[in-house]
């Protein structure tokens, strides 16, 4: 079933638990990890080089390549992105489908993360941009520790 079909069968049901049972096949929870995945293989990275390369615990990266942690913070997300060297569409489809609001040029913070990303800058020199711009810096989040 495409999202669209789903979508519009969402919107004509009266009951949201008979939806959800009756459509727990259609949720696709694995597509972060498996999008994830796709690209460290790509980029030939391993969950080691992932992780010293987008300043994030070993273990953690491990287990978010395996799919066996939940898809992590926008922040984190923003990190593996300058750890693969992503591209801003490649970024922004990790960050839908981990369940977080896409890269947007009209949002500050945001701007200077796309423009840190075309540029292929690493995450410390996107950071000092940040700070520099007055904004926060994208390991403002905390990395599970596992």
Same mark, same amino acid.
């Given at each position: ?47 080691? *080089? %992932? =992780? ?5 615990? !070993?273990?953690?990266?491990?287990? $978010? +390549? ?12 923003? *990190? %593996? =992105? ?5 591209? !801003?569409?490649?970024?922004?489809? $990790? +960050?839908?489908?981990?369940g977080a609001a896409p890269l947007r040029s009209k949002v500050r913070r945001d701007s200077v993360i796309i423009f840190c990303l075309e540029k292929k800058l690493q995450l ?23």
């Amino acid at each position: 079933m495409t999202t669209e079909e789903l979508t519009n069968k969402l919107k004509e049901c009266d009951d949201i638990d008979i939806f959800m049972n009756e459509n727990a096949s259609e949720f696709d929870e694995s597509a972060f990890a498996k999008y994830l995945s796709e690209l460290a293989r790509c980029n030939n990275i391993n969950g080691s *080089k %992932l =992780a010293i390369e987008s300043d994030i615990n !070993v273990a953690y990266s491990y287990s $978010l +390549l395996r799919g066996s942690s939940k898809a992590p913070g926008r922040d984190i997300m923003l *990190k %593996l =992105a300058f750890g693969l060297m992503l591209s !801003v569409d490649q970024t922004n489809r $990790l +960050l839908t489908l981990g369940g977080a609001a896409p890269l947007r040029s009209k949002v500050r913070r945001d701007s200077v993360i796309i423009f840190c990303l075309e540029k292929k800058l690493q995450l410390e020199q996107a950071n000092e941009l940040l700070l520099q711009y007055n904004l926060p810096p994208i390991y403002q989040a905390t990395t599970p520790a596992h």
